[in-house]
């Protein structure tokens, strides 16, 4: 490194100078610890496999696989500029802005977007200009308003509130409504700048891609290249970093400070790299993305290691969003990059994917026994090894560490190995004296005695001498998975037919008569007040104080039904893996439940969005799960084990913002006003709203209700709201989010407000009633002074008159009801008639015992189909689509077809079993198909297909006739994921 090494001593570097440093070797050797500064172990030593990579191209719904730019908007949003426009992401759905759904756009190709202090949006296009967005509203900049020109490769914001440009014909200045342009000739390296930065002092740099750097001091222009030690005229990078100040890299791999002054810096980051962006995260790893050697990552100590993204080696652009997640802009999409606060160690990392059973020692290391692969060792930096290859390929399914240092290690098929040091070990088998070779569960108890579960039964151990167990009798007939030896000296053994306890002298066994909540018991927990849990396959979770148990269930509140292993925080939280995820608890709430002060327990279920790697938990061997001396806690799963801090996992969700972002009135999107206004012939209104969430959008829970006293409704992850009619006058709509299963905040809260006015008809006009009383009046009056003459005429007329006004008010009343059950676009029922008919359906199968089945319909690709013909065609698919569904001749006369919203239809099939129900789902796709709707971008066919999910379902079997919509809505989202174009039916794997 020109002269001068250095060696590591704990984590910063310590720098050995050599005799030949000249003044700028020494100014490199105390510029680099700058740049650098301390980070966590774990943060230190976790491997690209470790983190969670998510891609998103354009099949998520970017417009395009080249993103140039992502920057997180003040509101949440995180905002990209991509070579086919402007995108908006809340986490879940991208929004796309250009030259098709905006005339604004000149050109679609967006290469910058930059903040102003007060909020407004500066866009810049690669030969459209500028544009700047306020609120919902689009303002281009051209060459014709005084920009150099129309190319623009980025904007800067200055200290000053000036708005920089930086374009193919020179820099722009955009300061008190007035632009000022520079150009080669005013002193400028080149007229086609690409990249500005600023320092602390308000100096302005410019990069260009052919003549170096361009100095601007508030008065001129210099010009700084390789005359002045730029290695390269090629500026690739151009970026200010928070502790350095503004930082240069060129093509060949040289790195510069930048200083006020206008002189430059180099700094020596270890081998040349092409940085083109680069990004000190928050915990102080710098990220290096590269122009054509892909993404790095480089640590205060030197250590630098690539970061594979999906062979993408292209990384135009690093961003950091205030959830701590890792963007980056590359050739070949988007990638997100998350540290969760799940630690996994599997293949990818040394380990084996499939571990059963996990310990840790005194230290910190944690061995995990896995299938057929042998006892893995990982150290507290995050290291792994085999620490015994004579376990290499066998099945480890127990694990004791004794309190004199010795290792047991029972196997799956071939017994149980003791290891008092690394060089070797003693084998113990059947021929020893074991009763089996299968071995489940190994505990020390107080006496030295080591007690053995095996397939064969229970043995004990103890001075070399292996003798069938004083349990062994009683549990002859059943398999032992679990032992624990509690504060009183009693040993508690989980079976497959219940809990047995063994008290020195004699036997006593619980099952499920016995109000256990499950007879396979996988798991045995004393807290420290000496109260049992007891954790069952498929059950649950049983409490047991003195001699009370108490189950726990989906009834009480508990997530998930299986319990594999059970591990105290040390904070009141129980933590219980199982198959389908892993559960914390609330241990204050499980007491309150058992003593009936409370319905349900305070507890969450954490799968894959939540950062897992693997949610399926393995169970049955023992010890399934451990806590280290520093509080974290190991799990083993199918994807290898997991560690995790607890306090890490369940930190505050981040605060979440809901914001209102399109509305659509009988079907046609209108323009975002406050108020409102709706017309007093209001078929539908159709409100989209979202929460910005970037790290785990999909766990997003949301309400909305109109008025301020009114109930709430539950949308669950539903993004957008539906009405089918409004009463007259001003209301207001109110949606909130909550992240997970949390409570929803206060009222005003995060709340998105929208005032809706609908226009009253004329009978709901304040003047109708008024209007009709004078009318009534001057009636009379008129009948008083021809009373006399006109007496029979005037009844007439009066009762004529009295009788067209009330036909007219019944036919418009009975209008009113049609409409309100008629979607307007395709003619057959809407959402609200759909629920009315699903209640009563439900009700008259419950009575009659007869099935009920829905069929829940998406058109697939049908945003494309809208993108490439348009949205009549889109409007003219559906009702032709809703035609077919109408007069297939499949539906009976009281089968019900139902437009649920979007390009969604569902069909409700009263006394329709599950085969019933198949078929006329698959009559239907035949149906689609023999329409022939043509459909250019599809994937899947030529012409237009659906997916469709089926569920069927008795009334007794659920709880309301929604969880049946939702079973199908699931078997839908299955047919999607299966490749679409088919049909799925709902399997209760339960």
């Known amino acids: 490194m020109h002269g001068y090494g250095f060696i590591v001593h704990g984590v910063r570097p310590i720098f050995v100078l050599s005799p030949r440093l000249s003044p700028r070797h020494l100014l490199l050797a105390l510029l680099l610890p700058l740049f650098f500064s301390a980070t966590g172990t774990q943060a230190l030593n976790r491997s690209p496999s470790q ?47 250009n030259s098709e759904t905006h005339p604004a756009f000149s050109n679609s190709d967006v290469r910058a977007i930059e903040w102003t202090v007060d909020g407004q949006l500066w866009i810049a296009t690669y030969g459209g200009g500028a544009l700047r967005m306020n609120g919902d509203r689009f303002t281009p900049v051209t060459s014709d308003d005084g920009l150099a020109s129309d190319t623009v490769y980025d904007i800067h914001v200055a200290a000053n509130s000036s708005v920089w440009f930086a374009t193919g014909d020179g820099v722009s200045r955009f300061r008190d409504g007035e632009f000022r342009s520079w150009d080669r000739a005013d002193g400028l390296a080149t007229n086609r700048s690409v990249r500005i930065a600023e320092t602390a002092e308000g100096t302005l740099w410019f990069g260009s891609l052919t003549n170096g750097l361009s100095v601007f001091d508030g008065e001129a222009f210099r010009t700084v290249g390789v005359a002045e030690g730029l290695d390269s005229p090629e500026v690739h990078l151009l970026h200010r970093d928070r502790e350095l100040g503004v930082l240069a890299g060129t093509q060949r791999g040289g790195a510069y400070r930048l200083a006020d002054d206008g002189h430059i810096h180099p700094l020596a ?61 590359t050739v070949k999409g988007l990638f997100r990059i998350r540290s969760s606060a799940f630690l996994p160690f599997g293949k990818a990392e040394g380990v084996s994917d499939s571990t059963f059973v996990v310990t840790v020692d005194s230290e910190g290391h944690a061995l995990a026994g896995a299938e057929n692969a042998g006892l893995f060792s990982i150290a507290p930096d995050g290291s792994t090894r085999e620490p015994f290859p004579i376990l290499s390929g066998q099945s480890v399914s127990s694990l004791l560490l004794r309190d004199n240092g010795e290792l047991w290690v029972g196997t799956f098929g071939d017994g149980l190995k003791r290891f008092a040091d690394s060089a070797g070990g003693q084998f113990l088998g059947t021929v020893d004296g074991l009763a089996g070779k299968h071995i489940l569960a190994l505990v020390e108890r107080r006496d030295g005695s080591i007690w053995v579960a095996s397939d064969g039964g229970v043995d004990r151990w103890h001075d070399g001498v292996v003798q069938p167990a004083p349990v062994q009798q009683a549990v002859a007939d059943t398999l032992v998975r679990h032992f624990r030896e509690t504060s009183d000296g009693t040993l508690w053994l989980g079976t497959n037919d219940g809990l047995f306890a063994w008290n020195g002298r004699s036997v006593q066994h619980w099952s499920g008569d016995d109000g ?88 969450r279920l954490l799968r894959e969005s939540d950062g897992l790697r ?27 084990v997991v560690s995790f801090d607890p306090s890490a996992v369940l930190a505050p969700a981040p605060q979440l913002q809901s914001h209102i972002e399109a509305v659509r009135v009988n079907g046609e999107p209108v323009p975002l006003r406050r108020p409102l ?21 999909e766990s997003l829970r949301f309400r909305y209700r109109v008025g301020t006293a009114g109930p709430w409704q539950d949308a669950g992850g539903r993004r957008t709201a539906y009405f089918t009619s409004l009463p007259a006058g001003k209301q207001r709509f109110t949606v909130q989010a909550a992240a997970g299963p949390g409570a929803f905040p206060e009222t005003n809260g995060n709340s998105a407000r929208l005032v809706l006015e609908r226009r009253p008809r004329w009978y709901e006009t304040p003047w109708a009633p008024l209007g009709g009383v004078l009318l009534l009046c001057l009636a009379f009056a008129l009948a008083y002074r021809i009373f ?61 015992a007869r099935p009920v089945s829905v069929i829940m319909l998406d058109i697939d690709r049908f945003k494309q189909y809208n993108d490439n013909l348009g949205h009549q065609a889109g409007d003219e698919c559906l009702r032709q689509l809703a035609a ?97 174009g088919q049909l799925k039916v709902f399997a209760d794997v339960s």
């Open 269 to 329: 980051l270890g081998d040349p790299l092409p940085v083109e962006t680069l990004l000190r995260d928050g915990d102080n790893t710098l990220w290096l993305g590269t122009y054509g050697k892909g993404l790095w990552r480089q640590w205060e100590d030197g250590r630098r290691s690539a970061f594979p993204l999906a062979g993408t080696q292209l990384i135009f652009d690093l961003t950091e969003d205030r959830d701590g997640n890792l963007w980056a802009s």
């Open 51 to 97: 983190f969670l990579v998510d891609h998103y191209g354009r099949e998520q719904g970017l417009p395009s696989e080249t993103v140039w730019m992502a920057r997180q908007g003040p509101s949440g949003y995180l905002w990209l500029a991509t070579r086919r426009g402007l995108v908006r992401f809340d986490g879940l759905k991208f929004t796309v802005f």
């Open 516 to 603: 256990l909540a499950g007879t396979i018991v996988m798991a045995i927990h004393e807290d420290p007040r000496g109260i049992l849990w007891i954790g069952s396959r498929d059950g649950g979770l049983t409490r047991r104080e003195g001699d009370t148990l108490f189950a726990f269930g989906p009834a009480q509140g508990l997530p998930q039904p299986s319990v594999l292993a059970i591990l105290d925080d040390g904070a009141g939280r129980l933590w219980l893996s199982g198959g389908e995820g892993l559960t914390w608890v609330e241990r204050d709430s499980l007491d309150a439940v058992a003593r009936g002060d409370a319905q349900a327990v305070r507890a």
């Open 614 to 640: 693997a949610a399926q938990f393995q169970g049955g061997f023992q010890p399934a799960g451990a806590r280290g001396p520093d509080g974290r806690l190991w799990l083993p799963t199918n994807g290898g």
């Open 884 to 980: 077919s569904l109408g007069n297939s001749g499949v539906l009976r006369d009281n089968d019900l077809v139902a437009r649920y919203g979007g390009e969604e239809f569902v069909i409700l099939l009263y006394d329709a079993d599950g085969d019933g129900a198949a078929r006329v789902a698959r009559r239907i796709i035949e149906h689609v198909g023999a329409l022939k709707l043509r459909h250019p971008e599809s994937d899947i066919s030529p012409y237009v297909t659906v997916s469709l999910g089926c569920a069927t379902a008795r009334a007794g079997e659920l709880d309301d006739p929604y969880a049946l919509v939702d079973r199908a809505d699931q078997a839908l989202y299955d047919a999607k994921r299966a490749g679409r």
């Open 788 to 848: 006399a003459r006109r007496a029979r005429d005037r009844e007439q007329r009066l009762e004529e008159l009295v009788n067209r006004r009330t036909q007219e008010l019944q036919a418009a009343l009975a209008k009113v009801e049609e409409i309100s059950r008629i979607d307007s676009l395709t003619g057959v029922a809407n959402r609200r008639y759909f629920e009315e008919r699903l209640a009563a359906t439900w009700k008259m199968a419950a009575r009659a």
């Open 677 to 697: 206004i709706l017309p007093a012939d209001l078929k539908s209104l159709e409100i989209d709203y979202t929460a910005p969430q970037l790290s785990n959008a």
